[in-house]
Nanobody
C-alpha cells in the first residue's frame, strides 16, 4: 500500500525556519511528482510548492516564493520543504501529495496524500 508520511512541523517564532519531510512507504518517490499543500481552518487549501518527477520542474506559490525551497534527495526516498522567514500567515497543516504526473499542474488531482503535519508560527 502506498503511504506518505510528513514530519518536521512544529512551533516556531516569526522569522524562524523549519524543514518538512515527506517520506514514502511502499514505493519510490522517484517515479512521482510531489506537491506540498497547506490548509488552515476556515481557509481554502493552497498549493504551496511542487517538484516534478525529474526535479527539473518546480512551482512555488507567490506567498512563499523566495522563502521556501523544495527538493528531493538522491535516494528518492523523501521530498523536503525548507521553510525560511516564516510568517504568522504560514500557520497551517501541511500535506504532501504524490502522483505519476510528469509536471506540476494546478489542475492535477493527486491520488496519494499524507496525514499532514502542523506548522504554527507564533510569537
Amino acid at each position: 500500500q502506498l503511504q506518505l508520511v510528513e514530519s518536521g512541523g512544529g512551533l516556531v517564532q516569526p522569522g524562524g525556519s523549519l524543514r518538512l519531510s515527506c517520506a514514502a512507504s511502499g514505493f519510490s518517490l522517484g517515479y512521482y511528482t510531489v506537491a506540498w499543500f497547506r490548509q488552515d481552518p476556515g481557509k481554502e487549501r493552497e498549493r504551496v510548492s511542487c517538484i516534478n518527477r525529474t526535479g527539473g520542474g518546480k512551482f512555488y506559490a507567490d506567498s512563499v516564493k523566495g522563502r521556501f525551497t523544495i527538493s528531493r534527495d538522491n535516494t528518492e526516498i523523501a521530498v523536503y520543504l525548507q521553510m525560511n522567514g516564516l510568517k504568522l500567515e504560514d500557520t497551517a497543516v501541511y500535506y504532501c501529495a504524490a502522483g505519476p504526473a510528469l509536471w506540476c499542474s494546478q489542475s492535477y488531482v493527486y491520488p496519494y496524500w499524507g496525514q499532514g503535519t502542523q506548522v504554527t508560527v507564533s510569537s
